[in-house]
C-alpha cells in the first residue's frame, strides 16, 4: 500500500529556533493535513490544505505555524520560533478525496524543543 | 462542534477474550465516526467508519463498532484478541457532510493482550 513518509523521526531544537517538518503525502491525494500529539493528550488538528490554500485551521495553528507545499510532492510544516509547549509528535496525513474518506498518516516527528 | 471521549487510556484482556474499547462522541450535527490503530512507530490506520445506513460497522482484521445515537456511542468490539492486536486505538468524528476539512480525535486506549 503507498505511504505517507515523514522526514525526520526525531528532531531536538532550542527553545526560539525556526523548524521545518517533511511530509511526502501519497502521490495522487489532494487533501493534506497536520495534526499533533503531545505526549499523553489528544490527538489535536493543527491544519487542512486543498488546492494550495489552508481549508481549516486550528486555535493552535497561530502566526508561529505555517505550511507549504513547496514543489507539489513535499507538504511542509514551519514552526517559526519554537516553545517548549511546542513538543509534541507531530503526524502527516493526506486523502484522496478529503477528510471524511481515509486519512493516510505518516509515522510521525517527534519534536523535543530544550 | 464534535468532540469524542474515550473511556479508559488503557485495556487489557487476555488472549482469546472479548474487547471492548468505548467511546461517546458530542456532535451538533449528524457524525461520522472512525475508529483508527495505531501499531508502534507506524502511523495511524483506518479500522472502520460509520457514515449512514447499517449501524453495525465491520472492520478489518475483526474489529466492528456499533453506533448508537440514543447512546451517543460508538464502541469498538472484537470477540477474541490476539496478540497482534496490541496497539493504541483512536475514536475520531467528524461533521457528516463530504466538505468536512478535518476529523477529531479522541486521547487514544492502549490495548494490551495478556497470554
Known amino acids: 500500500e503507498p505511504e505517507v513518509t515523514q522526514t525526520p523521526s526525531h528532531q531536538v531544537t532550542q527553545m526560539g529556533q525556526e523548524v521545518i517538518l517533511r511530509c511526502v503525502p501519497i502521490?495522487?491525494?489532494?487533501?493534506f493535513y497536520w495534526y499533533r500529539q503531545i505526549l499523553g493528550q489528544k490527538v489535536e488538528f493543527l491544519v487542512s490544505f486543498y488546492n494550495n490554500e489552508i481549508s481549516e485551521k486550528s486555535e493552535i495553528f497561530d502566526d508561529q505555524f505555517s505550511v507549504e507545499r513547496p514543489d507539489g510532492s513535499n507538504f511542509t510544516l514551519k514552526i517559526r520560533s519554537t516553545k517548549l509547549e511546542d513538543s509534541a509528535m507531530y503526524f502527516c496525513?493526506?486523502?484522496?478525496?478529503?477528510?471524511?474518506?481515509?486519512?493516510?498518516f505518516g509515522s510521525g516527528t517527534q519534536l523535543s524543543v530544550l | 462542534a464534535q468532540s469524542v471521549t474515550q473511556l479508559g487510556s488503557h485495556v487489557s484482556v487476555s488472549e482469546g477474550a472479548l474487547v471492548l474499547l468505548r467511546c461517546n462522541y458530542s456532535?451538533?450535527?449528524?457524525?461520522?465516526l472512525f475508529w483508527y490503530v495505531q501499531y508502534p512507530n507506524q502511523g495511524l490506520q483506518l479500522l472502520l467508519k460509520y457514515t449512514t445506513g447499517a449501524t453495525l460497522v465491520k472492520g478489518i482484521n475483526g474489529f466492528e463498532a456499533e453506533f448508537k445515537k440514543s447512546e451517543t456511542s460508538f464502541h469498538l468490539t472484537k470477540p477474541s484478541a490476539h496478540m497482534s492486536d496490541a496497539a493504541e486505538y483512536f475514536c475520531a468524528v467528524s461533521p457528516g457532510y463530504s466538505s468536512a476539512s478535518k476529523i477529531i480525535f479522541g486521547s487514544g486506549t492502549r490495548l494490551s493482550i495478556r497470554p
Open positions: 502521490s495522487n491525494h489532494l487533501y
Open positions: 456532535s451538533s450535527v449528524p457524525p461520522y
Open positions: 496525513a493526506s486523502s484522496e478525496t478529503g477528510a471524511n474518506e481515509k486519512l493516510f
